[in-house]
Nanobody, 120 residues
């Protein structure tokens, strides 16, 4: 059974930084497509970034150049480094694991989410 646990969310000021962590159990992060999604109040859940087993990454246009997704194989953990935060980044952030070598954006396992609030 795959379990994902997000952490690192909280309150930050615009222009500040925050690092989210997603610790996985029951599956190997380095063999999976790991993605970060977010859902702002009243809006649909959207993809923020993902990383494939081969190390390829992809970012939403809204976070390109500001956010970085990475993995720590020894900790079986994926991270999302968020810099130059904007108020529009405020959302609940979710970790997703796809047991595949390529990204589909469909299915997979989800964490319970961590709240990120950015104030001006």
């Amino acid at each position: 059974q795959v379990q994902l646990m997000e952490s690192g969310g909280g309150l930050a000021q615009a222009g500040g930084s925050l690092r989210l962590s997603c610790a996985a159990s029951g599956s190997i992060v380095s063999l999976s497509v790991m993605g970060w999604y977010r859902q702002a109040p009243g809006k649909q859940r959207e993809l923020v970034a993902y990383i494939t087993p081969g190390g390829s990454t992809n970012y939403a246009d809204s976070v390109e150049g500001r956010f970085t997704i990475s993995r720590d194989i020894t900790r079986n953990t994926v991270y999302l480094q968020m810099n130059s935060l904007k108020v529009d980044d405020t959302a609940v952030y979710y970790c997703n694991l796809e047991p595949r070598t390529f990204f589909t954006g469909r299915g997979g396992s989800w964490g319970q989410g961590t709240q990120v609030t950015v104030s001006s």
